[in-house]
Structure formats: structure tokens, C-alpha cells
């Protein structure tokens, strides 16, 4: 069986992982025995709960913070909907589904 090292996503922590490839099951969830925090194995990042893989790799880098996928877990929960051109989260009270963005353009 061949192995791939890797570290510990944690700055703080950054211990040596080993991981066995050619498995059969993907492992996802997983815990650093150094520092005893969860992680994906898959995408070697802090545990990104409520979120699979595909979806939390199709972020941008600036919206992969633990309080931004609380944010889009309460939005989803309350089903806010995200300007196309601004990115902003709105919340529809009545009115038909377009969304205008109110950013004026210089």
C-alpha cells in the first residue's frame, strides 16, 4: 500500500499526517492525533460541516471561513437569495424573484 504525506491543516498545529492511497473508502471526516481537531481529508481543511466536498471546493477562497459557511447555512436556512453581480445575500418580502443589484457602477 502506498502512502502520501501531509500536514495538519492548523497553523498552530501542522503536524505530519500520513494517508494510505489506493483505498477503496474515501475518507472524509477525520482527526488530527496531535492537535484533536477535525479536518477533511479530502480537501485538508478544518471540517466543513453541513457542506459536502464538491460544493465547499466551488467557493471562492474569501467565502471558505468558518463564520462564512455559518452565514450560508443560515441564508439557505431562511432561503436568501445572492445578487448574481454583487454577491450580497437579500432576503425577498414580496415582489417577483428578480433581483436588481444596488451597487452603482463608476
Not at 477535525?38 to 453541513?50: D, E, T, Y
Not at 471561513?65 to 447555512?73: A, H, T
Amino acid at each position: 500500500m502506498e502512502c502520501e504525506k501531509f500536514y495538519c491543516p492548523f497553523n498552530d498545529c501542522s503536524a505530519v499526517l500520513v494517508r494510505e492511497i489506493g483505498e477503496d473508502e474515501v475518507i472524509m471526516e477525520s482527526e488530527c492525533p496531535i492537535c484533536h481537531r477535525l479536518f477533511c481529508a479530502r480537501c485538508n481543511v478544518g471540517w466543513h460541516s453541513k457542506i459536502g466536498c464538491e460544493d465547499y471546493q466551488r467557493l471562492n477562497e474569501d467565502e471558505r471561513g468558518s463564520e462564512d459557511l455559518m452565514v450560508r447555512e443560515m441564508a439557505n436556512q431562511k432561503n436568501w437569495k445572492r445578487c448574481p453581480r454583487c454577491k450580497f445575500y437579500v432576503e425577498r418580502i414580496d415582489g417577483c424573484l428578480h433581483i436588481t443589484c444596488r451597487l452603482i457602477t463608476l
